[in-house]
């Protein structure tokens, strides 16, 4: 459509006059909002792939809004966006399976928006790189053709949205929503300041409202879940079961921790014919370096809805039952569940990776039984199962890496790989170099990189996620499908066919998937030195008298189970009792030729194998956390915001020339020449008298002015040294001796009237 009418042509005259090119300071400010919001849409082409195409999709909008931005009016400039929105609604709609576009309805639309509002990450979209690919162009091009036509309110106001959505999705951290805000705060400020000329002198206010901000933004959690976080969060360390099962149920990720604490209390009982690592969810998206190492489940969890499919080859039934012994939010069960009681069916859904959670709270004594069909196998036909026939779902979901992940990774798993050929025999080689080179130790400090990365190549300990995480990251580069699972291990057994599951139970492994068996389990954690930890845990809280720590035949010893039931070789399940001795230490009287590992582990290896446990500062015992150091790159940043703010606010309100003043009244300093000296302290005393009676008018004497304020009762030795000040500034004849009485006498006078600070300062 051509825009030719005279008014038109006027329009256009009136934008290029406006347009501010690209020397506006304020477009600074634009930029920094703008890159926030990008970067989060970045970092999830990054995980997901794509992030060449979404760089040439974003810098394609900008240089749009750059060329039209002189040219183009508001109208056809918004017309353009909502243009690229609905075509990027479009591809991505187009871009999900075609089973899942049947999901888009009007209600599921804004249940979805809704959920994202509250907290659920944008990794957990299908297609999340499509969605990020296709959604950033539009906000991008209006924001930035608008801070070009210096409409910098709007700018501000659009790219101010665009963040805020990732905030309250939880996907933006702390540094992003600081770069942001600051950001947005520059873009307002020095476009406002800049058209009066007003910016060199009111930088300091525009320096005090964006530390203000700063500061909010990092101290306040705007929605249950999102991911800012207190500026000076709890000391103590987060619980392994909250980090891993909590996790599950709240946020549906698990972000990789520093330092964790083990909870001796006890979660719930299990009846069962066999030991088992209990499941309660698995993970298939991992962030990489950025979002601290996150681990996400994607999809939506489906209301269950009768019995489900088993494994693709041969399984055994498998009945269990739950008992909680606190309120719990998850389900925990022997892979994989297929069937749940009647009576809470309806309260039950069945999530992507194929694990049950109630959808409220289980009740505590609450019993709950749930059917499982665990597959069953050998290694020969693990072996056999090896190939490149996985099914596209599974090739999708479980071989991402995220673009970022390092070469030396990959090439260390092929060194460790070398002298395989199959699947299993990789992920097995891969399983013992882990537990053979890592020590485990619950006392870490979280890397800032990518974990797997770090943990091969900078930490010599770590614990269950830091393992479990790099193998599945190993295994991926590889070409071997395989996915983070975290729920319990089998924990105590006090008789035949029950089993005292506590919180320090909680765990992380690993399942490799092969074709016509389906998820296999492996654990890549030293079991010894895991279960040595426990139970010294356990009985510090025996000791200490603690609650809830044991239930009926549980009291006498600790008892790690290893269990094995799917062993191609013994078929059995092998329980190892470890029974805690007087001076503390822990005897493992496992049977060395058991494998060890969950319930569905094929690996024959004496339990235990390799990997040394770090007894020292393991959060077992009752010290204080230390406080950690170096500060991280957010507590930085907001460190400096503030530093900035309070010396801006410090300008701003004089309190810098206040406090010069006052260390200026107490102090006369270094003497000089007599006539010198006296004028000083007679100053230092006007200054004195005037923050206690008044100042000295305009036209005033000194002398008038110590004469009126005698009528009001003022001290004759300040009389004393307006003399000698007359003296002094008139030109007649003074003397050291005079000049140190002077100053004597304005030094009493001071000290007299602020007699604390008087003696400091005089000491």
Not at 660 to 667: A, F, H
Request: hydrophobic share 40%; charged share 20%.
């Amino acid at each position: 459509m051509s825009e030719s009418g005279p008014s038109d042509v006027q329009s256009a005259r009136e934008a290029a006059s406006r347009y501010v090119g690209l020397r506006d300071p304020a477009l600074v400010g634009a930029l920094l909002l703008t890159l926030s919001y990008v970067s989060v849409l970045y970092h999830v082409t990054d995980v997901v792939g794509g992030s060449r195409d979404f760089a040439l999709a974003v810098g394609g909008a900008f240089l749009l809004a750059t060329v039209l931005g002189r040219f183009l009016r508001l109208r056809t400039a918004v017309l353009v966006t909502a243009v690229l929105v609905a075509g990027g609604a479009a591809v991505y709609y187009f871009a999900v399976p075609e089973s899942n576009r049947a999901l888009f309805t009007t209600a599921r639309v804004v249940d979805d928006t809704v959920a994202l509002l509250t907290g659920l990450s944008v990794l957990r979209l299908a297609k999340a790189g499509v969605w990020a690919l296709a959604m950033a162009p539009g906000p991008v091009f209006l924001s930035w053709y608008l801070a070009l036509r210096g409409r910098y309110v709007g700018s501000v106001l659009v790219g101010g949205a665009a963040l805020a959505f990732f905030v309250l999705t939880g996907d933006a951290g702390v540094l992003v929503t600081l770069v942001g805000v600051v950001g947005a705060a520059a873009a307002v400020g020095l476009g406002t300041l800049g058209e009066v000329g007003a910016v060199s002198a009111q930088w300091d206010t525009l320096a005090v409202v964006v530390a203000a901000m700063v500061l909010l933004s990092a101290t306040l959690t705007v929605v249950p879940g999102g991911a800012a976080q207190p500026l000076l969060a709890d000391r103590g360390a987060p619980t392994m079961q909250g980090n891993l099962v909590g996790s599950a149920a709240s946020t549906d990720s698990v972000t990789v921790q520093g330092s964790i604490r083990l909870s001796p209390e006890v979660q719930f009982t299990m009846e069962s014919e066999e030991g088992h690592y209990w499941g309660v969810a698995a993970y298939d998206r991992y962030t990489g370096s950025t979002s601290g190492g996150t681990w996400v489940r994607t999809g939506e969890a489906e209301p269950y809805d009768g019995r489900l499919g088993g494994p693709p080859g041969d399984a055994r039934e498998v009945e269990q039952t739950v008992t909680a012994r606190s309120r719990m939010n998850a389900l925990p069960s022997a892979w994989r569940p297929v069937a749940v009681d009647d009576s809470v069916s309806s309260a039950t859904e069945v999530t992507g990776q194929g694990y049950l959670r109630p959808t409220g709270t289980v009740r505590t004594n609450q019993s709950i039984s749930v059917v499982s069909e665990v597959p069953e196998y050998t290694q020969r036909e693990l072996r056999e199962a090896d190939g490149d026939d996985y099914p596209a779902r599974v090739s999708e979901a479980y071989l991402q890496l995220p673009e970022s992940t390092s070469e030396r990774v990959r090439q260390r798993t092929a060194e460790v790989t070398a002298d395989e050929e199959t699947a299993y025999d990789k992920a097995v080689a891969i399983e013992r170099y882990l537990e053979s080179n890592k020590q485990y130790s619950l006392t870490v400090d979280k890397p800032d990189g990518d974990v797997a990365d770090a943990f091969l190549f900078e930490m010599e300990s770590g614990y269950c996620v830091y393992y479990a995480s790099t193998m599945v990251v190993m295994l991926r580069t590889q070409g071997i499908p395989a996915r983070f699972v975290t729920g319990y291990t089998s924990g105590q057994q006090v008789e035949n066919g029950e089993y005292v599951v506590r919180g320090l139970d909680s765990h992380a492994w690993v399942q490799v998937y092969f074709p016509d068996v389906g998820w296999v389990n492996f654990d890549p954690t030293p079991s010894g030195p895991r279960e040595s930890s426990e139970n010294a845990r356990v009985e510090e809280a025996r000791q200490n008298g603690n609650p809830n720590v044991d239930v009926d035949g549980s009291e006498q010893t600790t008892t790690a189970t290893t269990v094995a039931p799917d062993s191609p070789e013994t078929n059995t399940t092998t329980t190892a009792t470890t029974t805690t001795e007087a001076d503390g230490n822990a005897t493992n009287g496992t049977d060395s030729n058991a494998p060890r590992g969950p319930s569905d582990e094929i690996v024959g290896q004496e339990p235990g194998v390799g990997g040394n446990v770090t007894t020292a500062d393991e959060g077992i015992g009752g010290s204080l956390p230390s406080i950690p150091w170096p500060p991280t790159r957010e507590q930085v940043g907001i460190g400096l915001a503030l530093l900035v703010g309070l010396v801006a606010g410090g300008r701003r309100f004089g309190a810098f020339t206040g406090t010069y003043r006052t260390l200026w009244l107490y102090r006369h300093g270094a003497r000089t020449e007599p006539r010198a000296d006296i004028e000083r302290a007679y100053t230092r005393l006007e200054h004195l008298l005037s923050r206690e009676y008044r100042d000295r008018r305009p036209g005033e004497t000194p002398r008038s002015y110590l004469q009126s304020l005698g009528n009001v009762g003022l001290d004759d030795r300040a009389v004393e040294v307006g003399r000698l000040y007359e003296r002094a500034h008139y030109g007649a004849t003074v003397d050291r001796a005079d000049a140190d009485r002077a100053v004597r006498t304005v030094n009493e006078l001071v000290w007299e009237r602020t007699p604390l600070v008087g003696r400091l300062l005089r000491n």
